[in-house]
């Protein structure tokens, strides 16, 4: 690790103006990246933010068909949560699919939405559920916050404080871990919503998470998983490794796909 | 049977230490002064180092030295060296190029050692090491083992113009071919053995320390054999002579092989303690472990079996190319030869065989013993041969196995290796029936029913372990004997200490050795420590590996405590007033025979040290004995494991369902440490069958640098296995006993790789089957199965 400057900010406010002095500094909430990533000399910050004690970014409230998780909720919390078990129960499924239990215990909602990991799985659930993302400074549509690896719509010393779901009619995630790391190799989150559908790729993306356009407008017309017989995305723009060409990636978000509407009921 | 004697489950002694994190690792060492070791590696795969610019870092606040090869040469440091010389066909030496421990002039593999920075704290080490400018002129690479001896491959060592090792055979080339010549049938397979990382749970470390008033060094240091440490490190790389250094491994978590070898950190840490006047510790990090521990397996295959009209094998051909990385690791040459080939016959009776096996540089790590070592690469080529073969003749695979079974013993096979005993026939038969053999077709039914594919697969082992025969290993080229040690220290109090030559890093040594001391003495098992990894306490010793320990290490115990009953029956003579031929020694009792005249042993430990009954000229006072044990044959565990297994062709993820493990191991001494071997052998062969794989790019680079891209198994990707044994006691050594802690490395690869064939169709699935191999290869059984 190399040396940083240490400040553990005690409101958002006093967070983002720190964040906007030292714009090469990083914020900290759970550091399930941020920290591995530092140790390996892969990132050497001048600063380190950390926000582990702005506790109003922690909870979780459902009002009015929307289920709002404050930035710095761990994905444990979520994943137990009764309240969001009983209204989008694929986001608590979600949530207990991510990392193992050193990871769900640390990391952060916040956290894992900013970093748009493009292997990430919260981006996915944003993307279907039509999520909003909230910051200290305005409210971003999921649809416009992330745009391509590791890149979003956050500004300069902008900090997301909480990310609203609107309750879906029908809802659910299929993840196809990676042998190795167990992150998305294939994650698909197919949800629809005051009737329409939607279906969101983390995994497989080149540039991140993404929709399939023509999965949505098939399962808008049938939400069933024949709907989807014979579709498939493109392998172009998919990533391909060791673990999975694109070609494999490209069959697997189908099949993943038709499993996540077969289960989403 | 005792409760804590051969053959009872006694729970591990030293587990309490282990689990409650109290066991004392190598870096858990730490010496008054201490400084630490930051080794800069090579980026690159091949280059030319044209110079070292380290002014920068030796100014920075708290770095004491670099050292680059250049110092090393300068102090006469011997290069790591390989131990057992292998011949090629026309009698040449292998071409050996020179494996300095600090890179002189020439980089071979990314993770080659460049130079060292030892500073107070390894923060600044590190910190320092970023401003050691080294100046590379890179050159092509060559990582493939297929083409490494291809011509116009770019060229390693400039001994091996071919960068090849060695060009090497055994067996009977024309018998072979004959046998060829008059078969009704030939099968051929080309198969590849994948490279593997060891990955042992506790990574590498040193702590290189010098006395200035003594003039002599310690090195405490992660190996399987300390002893064999201090013997190259004095003898070849000339860091002291052997009185003047002592080698200590303390409790070392799992080596599987890979810390049998001497590395170049370990040597850095001690001749550096010297030279900085501090003493030097290291400890490896994960990806440091991936780049520099040498891998294992990485073997390209031709192989073919002829059998005649009945299905009987007639004769049996191999080439292989093995590569063994950028330099020679310690025991490198003889894993592809020597541990490979002689294994070829498996459980078969195969009149002629004729290997021929090249082994080749590469700019990848070392390759040297992972775990079975040699022994799994001859399984693997063997079971699958036998598996694709009757499914080519249209045999059942069982029946076929059956038919070419050895069950004469003793059995010469044409590949040196003479099986002293077994029961083949027995162990197949327990295993079939313990996997519902019979029923598989239903159960391939019901699979078929769900749009799943299921499969089962056969693996009938064998392994030469107990290693081995001086003087036979001699005349093959090793350059150490293979015997064992064990010394007895009776206490006067009869408490008992036996220092052994053999290392535990995970077997449970210090407690199936104080069973053997505890059945034999009559003592409790609490009362028997078992002293080991020190050469200051230990005189000498050949170290774990081979699945050795037990058939030779305890062996050599079983011969001092001969001694020690021998010399004690004097004592007892003297004591109990009679001649010692008519002492009598029974459950820690010595008594005189047909009198109620007796002493326990505690007591005659006692009179032996206080020696009042007895006059010291004729009687030496005393009870402490030696003894070195070499063993007369190698010993041959062998068993039958069965995979069955279920793919969706969807997606290529496979779910083992059953798994089926029989194992002969001869005398068991604690069964559920055999258990436990057998439980963990399985869970790597699975790992190499289906999860891990290490890999370069072209250029070199390994892809698989952390466990973010090198699957290891997890709990979860297993299941609970059935397993059984059978027994024929080892008739060469004392205790009957063959040695388990290989046999699921080697037993299960080709059964998972036989049940996944089995359930796609054919007999393209390389390993490791991952699922995006078995999509592709489940893809065409669908398709096939849409033609018909």
Redesign the interface.
């Given at each position: 690790?190399y040396e940083f400057a240490y400040h553990r900010p005690g409101s958002v406010a006093e967070a983002a103006k720190l964040a906007g002095d030292h714009t090469d500094g990083k914020l900290l909430a759970g550091g399930q990246t941020l920290l591995p990533t530092m140790k390996?000399?892969l990132a050497g910050p001048s600063d380190i933010i950390d926000l582990s004690r702005l506790d109003d970014l922690r909870g979780i409230s459902v009002k009015d068909g929307v289920v709002t998780i404050k930035a710095l909720t761990r994905h444990a919390a979520v994943a137990t949560s009764a309240e969001v078990k009983a209204a989008i129960p694929a986001l608590a499924e979600l949530a207990g699919m991510i990392g193992d239990p050193a990871v769900r215990n640390k990391g952060t909602i916040g956290g894992s939405v900013a970093n748009n990991d493009p292997a990430a799985d919260y981006p996915s659930a944003c993307l279907a559920l039509g999520a909003t993302i909230t910051t200290n400074k305005r409210a971003i549509k999921a649809d416009d916050f992330f745009q391509g690896m590791f890149e979003t719509a956050l500004e300069e010393g902008e900090i997301i404080t909480s990310i609203s779901f609107p309750v879906p009619e029908k809802a659910n995630y299929q993840k196809?871990r990676n042998?190795?790391?167990r992150y998305a190799l294939v994650g698909v989150f197919v949800a629809k919503t005051a009737g329409h559908v939607r279906v969101a790729v983390t995994g497989a993306g080149a540039s991140g998470v993404f929709r399939v356009r023509d999965f949505e407008a098939a399962l808008e017309a049938n939400f069933a998983p024949a709907a989807l017989d014979g579709k498939s995305v493109s392998a172009s723009g998919l990533n391909s490794d060791?673990?999975?060409?694109a070609e494999?990636r490209a069959?697997?978000i189908t099949?993943m796909a038709k499993r996540a509407v077969a289960a989403a009921g | 049977m005792s409760a804590t004697g051969i053959g009872a489950s006694v729970r591990r002694k030293e587990d309490f230490r282990f689990i409650t994190g109290k066991g004392r690792y190598t870096d858990d060492i730490n010496r008054h002064g201490q400084a630490h070791a930051f080794f800069i590696r090579s980026p690159h795969a091949h280059a030319t180092i044209n110079g070292i610019d380290a002014s920068a870092a030796r100014k920075m606040k708290g770095v004491l030295a670099v050292f680059t090869g250049d110092d090393l040469a300068a102090d006469k440091v011997g290069g790591l060296i390989c131990g057992w010389m292998i011949h090629s066909k026309d009698g040449s030496p292998m071409k050996a190029g020179a494996h300095p421990a600090l890179a002189q002039g020439k980089v071979r593999y990314v993770g080659d050692h460049v130079a060292v920075v030892i500073a107070d704290t390894y923060a600044i080490a590190r910190e320092a090491a970023e401003k050691v400018v080294v100046d590379y002129d890179v050159l092509p690479a060559i990582v493939d083992t297929a083409t490494a001896a291809a011509t116009g491959a770019p060229v390693l060592h400039d001994v091996a113009p071919n960068n090849t090792v060695y060009d090497w055979k055994l067996g009977d080339k024309d018998a072979t071919d004959a046998a060829f010549a008059r078969a009704k049938h030939v099968t051929t397979l080309e198969i590849v053995n994948n490279r593997l990382a060891p990955n042992p749970m506790e990574p590498r470390a040193a702590v290189g320390e010098y006395d200035e008033g003594s003039e002599s060094f310690t090195l405490y240091t992660t190996s399987q054999n300390p002893h064999v440490a201090r013997l190259v490190l004095s003898a070849f790389i000339g860091i002291a002579p052997e009185h003047k250094l002592r080698v200590v491994a303390p409790d070392v978590g799992g080596g599987f092989g890979s810390k049998i070898f001497i590395y170049a950190e370990e040597t850095i840490c001690v001749w550096a303690a010297k030279k900085v006047r501090r003493p030097v510790k290291w400890t490896s990090d994960r990806t440091e472990a991936f780049l520099s521990d040498a891998h294992g397996r990485d073997h390209v295959t031709h192989a073919q079996l002829a059998m005649d009209e009945t299905g009987k094998i007639l004769g049996l051909r191999v080439k292989t190319t093995a590569n063994l990385g950028a330099y020679l690791s310690t025991f490198s040459s003889a894993v592809p030869t020597y541990l490979y080939a002689p294994l070829l016959s498996g459980q078969y009776n195969i009149p002629a065989i004729y290997a021929e096996v090249d082994g080749v540089y590469t700019n990848t790590a070392p390759v040297d013993a992972y775990r079975g070592a040699g022994r799994p690469e001859a399984t693997f080529v063997v079971e699958r041969l036998m598996e694709v073969a009757a499914r080519e003749i249209g045999r059942d695979p069982a029946d076929f196995r059956r038919q070419n079974f050895v069950t004469q013993f003793p059995h010469q096979t044409p590949v040196i290796m003479c099986y002293d005993g077994g029961d083949y026939p027995q162990a197949l038969d327990k295993a079939l029936e313990l996997a519902d053999y019979a029923n598989i077709s239903k159960r391939k039914a019901e699979s078929a029913r769900k749009g799943l594919l299921r499969g089962i697969g056969i693996s009938a082992y064998i392994e030469a372990c107990g290693i081995a025969p001086s003087a036979a290993v001699g005349s093959l080229g090793a350059g150490v004997g293979l015997w064992e040690s064990a010394e007895i220290r009776v206490n006067p109090v009869g408490t008992v200490e036996v220092l052994t030559g053999s290392h535990a890093h995970g077997q449970g040594h210090e407690t199936t050795f104080a069973q053997l001391v505890s059945d034999r003495l009559g003592i409790s098992i609490d009362n028997v420590a078992i002293i080991h990894g020190d050469t200051d306490k230990v005189q000498m010793g050949m170290g774990t590996y081979g699945s050795r320990s037990g058939a030779v290490g305890m062996s050599a115990i079983v011969k001092a405590l001969d001694k020690i009953e021998a010399k004690a029956k004097k004592v007892a003579g003297h004591v109990l007033e009679a001649s010692p031929d008519d002492i009598e020694f029974k459950d820690g009792k010595f008594s005189v025979k047909g009198t109620d005249k007796e002493i326990d042993f505690a007591s005659l430990a006692l009179q032996a040290y206080i020696a009042h009954k007895f006059s010291g000229q004729e009687l030496e006072p005393g009870l402490k004995e030696g003894a070195f044990y070499d063993p007369t044959n190698f010993t041959f565990p062998a068993g039958v494991h069965i995979c069955e297994l279920e793919i969706d062709p969807q997606t290529g993820i496979v779910t083992i369902d059953k798994w089926t493990a029989v194992d002969d191991f001869g005398n068991l001494i604690n069964p559920m440490i055999v258990e436990g071997q057998v439980h963990g052998g399985i869970a790597q062969g699975i790992g190499q069958a289906l999860f891990e794989g290490v890999v370069y790019n072209k250029d070199g680079q390994l892809l698989t640098a952390s466990y973010m891209d090198y699957q290891m198994p997890r709990a979860g990707d297993l299941l609970s296995y059935d397993i059984a044994v059978t027994n024929t006691p080892c008739p060469s050594n004392p205790l009957g006993i063959k040695g388990c802690g290989e046999a699921g490395a080697i037993a299960a690869p080709p059964a998972v790789v036989n049940a996944l064939t089995d359930a796609v169709g054919h007999e393209d699935v390389p390993m490791p089957a991952t699922p995006q191999v078995l999509w592709r290869a489940a893809q065409r059984a669908v398709l096939k199965a849409a033609a018909e």
């Open positions: 690790m390996q000399r196809f042998p190795a790391s060791i673990h999975a060409d494999y069959h697997l099949v | -």
